[in-house]
């Protein structure tokens, strides 16, 4: 096995510019997936990023190599995670999570456990969501936040999940339930640093929202997933059954799910609401 680290300092006599330079990252890169390829060696490219987040250097640099993994982090947290972007010989956004230790990385087996927040008591605003990393269901916990706004403009802000999204759910909240928050500041966070891009989180941060804005917790022991279309109907989301089996793992005793995604026979302790439509929602909690 080889590392290098980092790329950006790689360079080869038979170009004439400096290490760094967008021909020198590219031919060095070649020759190096050309060793690896005819010599069998696992090479690991190590490559510095921007301030925004992106790899630094040509941007056919992810596509000379056969895997792309981000290695993230938040600052002062121990954890950091592992995220397959690309990969030619299996699935991509799959997540490893590993806790930085005194005597180095150390895989977390069980990774819903560190970003659930058990609460001494419920409190208004937060919900527990089942969302997928990959091939993984792992559970998060997201917090919402809903406070007068003082201003013209009220706030949407989004930690961890796509800020038009919101603006969009708070849309259909209002259209097919008649709960507008036209003069309310909202903000919405998933604990842990975790990014969210999939619609299955749609049902939990109407949940959260709602929670907050009326000043009631929700029950206890609630998970919920499933996606929010702009007629108030609930879409099912894939692998509903891996979800709602892992929320059992975990203990939770009240799943809103989808209907379409509802079992045939729940898990033990398990009990199920399948909705259809967000104002059946409404009424179940």
Same mark, same amino acid.
């Given at each position: 096995?080889?590392?290098?680290?980092?790329?950006?300092?790689?360079?080869?006599?038979?170009?004439?510019?400096?290490?760094?330079?967008?021909?020198?990252?590219?031919?060095?890169?070649?020759?190096?997936?050309?060793?690896?390829?005819?010599?069998?060696?696992?090479?690991?490219?190590?490559?510095?990023?921007?301030?925004?987040?992106?790899?630094?250097?040509?941007?056919?640099?992810?596509?000379?190599?056969?895997?792309?993994?981000?290695?993230?982090?938040?600052?002062?947290?121990?954890?950091?995670?592992?995220?397959?972007?690309?990969?030619?010989?299996?699935?991509?956004?799959?997540?490893?999570?590993?806790?930085?230790?005194?005597?180095?990385?150390?895989?977390?087996?069980?990774?819903?456990?560190?970003?659930?927040?058990?609460?001494?008591?419920?409190?208004?605003?937060?919900?527990?969501?089942?969302?997928?990393?990959?091939?993984?269901?792992?559970?998060?916990?997201?917090?919402?936040?809903?406070?007068?706004?003082?201003?013209?403009?009220?706030?949407?802000?989004?930690?961890?999940?796509?800020?038009?999204?919101?603006?969009? %759910? $708070? !849309? +259909? #909240?209002?259209?097919?339930?008649?709960?507008?928050?036209?003069?309310?500041? /909202?903000?919405?966070?998933? =604990? &842990?640093?975790?990014?969210?891009?999939?619609?299955?989180?749609?049902?939990?941060? %109407? $949940? !959260? +929202? #709602?929670?907050?804005?009326?000043?009631?917790?929700?029950?206890?022991?609630? /998970?919920?997933?499933?996606? =929010? &279309?702009?007629?108030?109907?609930?879409?099912?989301?894939?692998?509903?059954?891996?979800? $709602?089996?892992?929320?059992?793992?975990?203990?939770?005793?009240?799943?809103?799910?989808?209907?379409?995604?509802?079992?045939?026979?729940?898990?033990?302790?398990?009990?199920?609401?399948?909705?259809?439509?967000?104002?059946?929602?409404?009424?179940?909690?």
């Amino acid at each position: 096995m080889m590392v290098v680290d980092s790329i950006q300092t790689m360079y080869t006599e038979l170009l004439q510019s400096a290490p760094g330079s967008v021909s020198q990252v590219r031919e060095s890169t070649a020759q190096l997936v050309q060793f690896a390829k005819r010599s069998g060696t696992v090479v690991f490219l190590v490559g510095h990023v921007t301030k925004e987040g992106s790899l630094a250097g040509p941007r056919v640099l992810e596509h000379m190599v056969d895997t792309v993994l981000y290695f993230e982090g938040e600052v002062g947290s121990q954890f950091r995670l592992i995220r397959a972007i690309k990969n030619r010989f299996g699935a991509v956004n799959e997540l490893g999570v590993f806790a930085m230790t005194e005597k180095g990385l150390k895989e977390v087996s069980n990774p819903s456990a560190i970003f659930l927040s058990r609460h001494s008591q419920s409190v208004p605003g937060s919900v527990i969501l089942v969302t997928r990393e990959g091939t993984r269901p792992l559970l998060v916990e997201a917090q919402a936040l809903v406070d007068e706004s003082p201003l013209a403009n009220p706030r949407r802000v989004t930690l961890g999940l796509e800020q038009n999204r919101l603006s969009m %759910l $708070l !849309a +259909v #909240l209002h259209r097919h339930c008649g709960i507008g928050m036209f003069d309310q500041d /909202v903000y919405v966070n998933v =604990v &842990g640093g975790v990014r969210i891009t999939e619609t299955a989180a749609d049902l939990a941060v %109407l $949940l !959260a +929202v #709602l929670s907050s804005f009326r000043d009631r917790p929700l029950p206890e022991g609630l /998970v919920a997933f499933g996606e =929010v &279309g702009l007629t108030g109907e609930i879409r099912p989301v894939p692998n509903g059954q891996d979800r $709602l089996r892992e929320a059992a793992k975990h203990g939770f005793k009240l799943a809103i799910l989808p209907k379409a995604n509802a079992p045939k026979r729940a898990p033990e302790g398990v009990r199920v609401v399948a909705v259809e439509r967000l104002a059946e929602v409404l009424d179940a909690i």
